[in-house]
């Protein structure tokens, strides 16, 4: 059986899916239905990013509010903003 295929809602392409949803409820079926994994790498860079410069704890009810919101943005809504004062590492 090949690759689950979908339209990435954030990249625009037809591409290999996610084999099940990442999170539990609506947001995370939303995201299996709708994200390629090649956007969800994404997602994982940008959510380091995330969980360091506002220094959440994954653990909390408070940090997972956040990353749902900032989830939400980076996969369906306009493009995310980066946090206030973020500056992006050199290479």
Known sequence: ?????????KLGET???????PY?????????????????D?????LKMILNEYQLNPATLEAWEIISK????????AEAKLPPGYVPPKH
């Open 15 to 21: 591409l290999p899916g996610l084999e099940e949803p």
């Open 70 to 77: 900032e989830a939400e943005k980076f996969f369906f809504g």
């Open 42 to 46: 994404m997602w994982k860079e940008h």
């Open 24 to 40: 539990t409820g609506e947001l995370g079926q939303r995201i299996y239905e709708n994200v390629s994994k090649k956007a969800w």
């Open 1 to 9: 059986m090949g690759e689950r295929m979908v339209k990435c809602a």
